[in-house]
């Protein structure tokens, strides 16, 4: 049995009356108490309607919801809220538990009714796969009594479904305070949402922002093992610990606090920074220690040394700045602004006279996986662990592809691996798509589109447009992606696209690698005739979740100014900029850029949920079912469902984002991030609590596809 901490527990309460002052009072009274005795994510509905059967259905539906978000372990149902109290409520799941029994039920000395019924929730869930809404408060029984009089009494028609389906629900009599020990209540939830109790991102945040903390240590230390003259910039926690670790190479250390200069530092003496360009003789690189400030200091050091300060190599946890064309990098992380890259004989055609709309409606684009083959290894791919390495058959691909069409009513579709480019049946699936009015994009990264005659094959195919990984610029896209003159593939393929009129689009994902990188794949993108460029933000998804040192994985406050440096030049130009899964606080002034999960349907460009997650197909997206699709009055609510469904299980919003106007559309952090680097970074937002997802995004201007 869980811990009562850890058990949830949703209480439905059909009211036969419109509620009182004193009834709301006391559901909020009576789920405080729940909440606090059993886990903090309990939930409570209430409802009242003066049709008895709607009224229920509406509770039901709520709670199939919530179970749907949440996983909830037990139902309470409660057509008497006199009749329940958290003392009763820990009684029935203890003898629920110990019998074992499926579920218990108390019926009313006054009226002979159903007062409270405790379910475990799976059987819930089974009944609604089963029988649907409608089959819930029904009976076709006649024999009389309590239970079993059609339309008359839904309650027991419920309880009488439920026994139907085989599980083993008793009558429970005692009714009384409980005799056995009640565990101490907990912490009020209320006090778990200020930081020191925060029960999940303050633990893991403590443990590893000091893993973290070693990790980058040693990292730096590495990086500067083979430096033989070198500068500490800050003498402060971090250069005590990496002192000792450079031993005699430590030539000079320097800080901008008057109350450390002049005293001993491991048998120098602190010194001013402007001591650095009067020691110039005595080192050859800088190591920036203070953490999160590396920007503001090499902003700060090119002002002290002026035209100097390309001649020395300066190292930070932000990575290695070389001031020469050669690329360099320390174990398995390239930390280097190339912003030299070869074009091949490129014909500059700037993506800036299309048609643009303000318009936002939910895209019918779908996707459509064909296996996760691939010709390259992008260190931070999502699917790396992924163990299936089969294409999919071409007749599991066309049918996925038919029920987008027929069912969803799709009309788009990005063909997606792996590397579709490669995939044995791919213009046989691009002609299918056609034929049935689904038009095709491919997500590649373009190494097969290097040759004219693969491109060509697929254009006639009917390929409408390519969305394409441009990761960085020259040998650091080499790294990034594992693979042999990869960006020679890259400037081909671009030739290609220019010299045969192909529409194409860009993807790129966000590290500590290429975060310097980022105007000039903004650039590069759009004097070549990009339409779109999407930055993505790290997701440290599947196998990355409990991974705690990905050496290339960036702080978003790391990125954000090299971001905000990269939309400030897709504004000027007019390149249409998307930024992906990216709390809304790391990119202030460019908020209608911004797409978490729930902004992610109003971009053409995204992907439908409603087949995205649909359960028929092979994607590997979280499954709905159509018990819970069936549910929804809209599919705009659909939409928002598998957004905040999706939000709450893959991230989390810390105790600041709990207090932040923007709360409700954005995405927070991932849970592996959080657990990695804490929460310290994010800012809340003041005013109004905004819940409309396109509040921002609706006066951005994005392309039309014809």
């Known amino acids: 049995m869980k811990k009562t901490y850890e058990i949830r527990i949703t209480l439905a309460l059909p009211l036969s009356h419109e509620p009182t002052a004193e009834d709301v009072i006391k559901i909020h009274d009576l789920y405080a108490a729940m909440s606090h005795f059993f886990s903090y994510e309990c939930r409570c509905f209430w409802h009242f309607d003066t049709d008895p059967l709607k009224c229920r259905q509406e509770v039901m539906k709520a709670e199939l919801i919530e179970d749907f978000n949440y996983g909830m372990d037990y139902l309470f149902w409660v057509p008497d809220l006199n009749a329940i109290n958290v003392p009763l409520m820990w009684e029935m799941i203890e003898r629920i538990d110990a019998e074992p029994l499926t579920g218990l039920y108390t019926v009313s000395k006054d009226t002979g009714r159903l007062s409270v019924l405790a379910v475990c929730n799976e059987i819930i869930v089974r009944f609604n796969r089963t029988y649907g809404l409608n089959g819930w408060f029904r009976s076709e029984n006649k024999n009389g009594g309590c239970i079993g009089r059609k339309n008359e009494d839904p309650d027991a028609a419920f309880l009488e479904n439920l026994t139907a389906l085989g599980d083993t629900i008793l009558q429970h009599e005692k009714q009384t305070m409980v005799t056995t020990h009640v565990p101490a209540l907990r912490i009020p939830a209320v006090v778990n949402s200020l930081p020191k109790f925060h029960p999940r991102a303050h633990p893991l945040y403590k443990q590893h922002n000091l893993t973290t903390f070693v990790l980058s240590i040693l990292e730096l230390a590495s990086a500067s093992k083979n430096k033989k003259n070198i500068a500490l910039y800050g003498a402060g926690t971090v250069s005590n610990a990496l002192a000792p670790l450079l031993g005699d190479s430590l030539k000079l250390v320097v800080d901008r606090n008057d109350d450390l200069c002049g005293k001993p530092f491991y048998g120098l003496t602190i010194v001013k920074p402007e001591t650095l360009k009067d020691s110039l003789i005595d080192f050859d690189t800088i190591v920036i220690t203070p953490i999160a400030r590396e920007i503001e200091i090499r902003k700060y050091l090119k002002e002290i040394l002026g035209a100097l300060y390309d001649t020395r190599t300066v190292i930070g946890f932000d990575g290695l700045v070389t001031h020469n064309s050669d690329l360099k990098s ?209 997701n440290p998804f599947e196998g990355w979740t409990l991974k705690m040192d990905i050496d290339f994985q960036a702080r978003h406050s790391e990125i954000s100014p090299y971001l905000i440096e990269a939309l400030n030049y897709c504004d000027e130009v007019g390149l249409e900029a998307n930024v992906r899964y990216l709390p809304f606080c790391m990119m202030k002034g460019h908020e209608n850029k911004c797409y978490n999960y729930p902004q992610l349907s109003y971009d053409s460009h995204e992907w439908d949920f409603c087949s995205w997650f649909s359960d028929k197909t092979r994607n590997p997206s979280p499954k709905t079912s159509d018990n819970i699709r069936c549910l929804i009055d809209n599919e705009e609510d659909m939409h928002i469902l598998e957004a905040h469904k999706f939000k709450r299980t893959a991230f989390e919003q810390c105790d600041k984002c709990r207090f932040c106007a923007l709360g409700f559309i954005c995405d927070g952090i991932a849970n592996q991030y959080a657990g990695r680097f804490g929460t310290d970074e994010m800012i809340p937002y003041d005013g109004d609590f905004i819940k409309e997802p396109t509040f921002f995004i609706r006066t951005q201007k994005k392309i039309v596809d014809e």
């Not at 009513?409 to 046989?428: A, F, M, Q, R, S």
């Not at 390519?466 to 003159?485: M, Q, R």
């Open 330 to 538: 320390t174990g398995s992380t390239i930390i280097s602004k190339d912003t030299y890259y070869e074009t091949g004989n490129l014909q500059i055609k700037p993506s800036d006279k299309l048609t643009t709309t303000t318009d936002r409606k939910l895209t019918k684009r779908a996707v459509l996986y064909v296996g996760y083959l691939c010709n390259i290894k992008c260190i931070f791919c999502y699917y790396a662990h992924t163990p299936a390495k089969n294409w999919h058959a071409l007749k599991e691909c066309k049918s996925d592809a038919y029920l987008y069409r027929t069912e969803y009513k799709n009309e788009w579709v990005d063909i997606t691996g792996g590397e579709p480019t490669i995939y044995p049946h791919i213009l046989e699936l691009v002609n299918y798509c056609n034929d049935i009015g689904l038009k095709p994009s491919l997500i590649s990264n373009m190494r097969a589109l290097a040759n004219a005659e693969t491109l060509l094959k697929l254009k006639d195919a009917g390929v409408y447009d390519f969305l394409c990984s441009v990761h960085a610029i020259g040998e650091t896209y080499d790294f990034l992606t594992k693979s042999k003159d990869g960006w020679k593939h890259v400037i081909s393929a671009v030739e290609n696209f220019q010299k045969h009129d192909i529409k194409w689009r860009v993807n790129c994902t966000m590290t500590a690698v290429n975060k310097t990188q980022l105007t000039d794949i903004a650039r590069f993108s759009y004097q070549h005739g990009a339409r779109v460029i999407n930055f993505i933000s790290y």
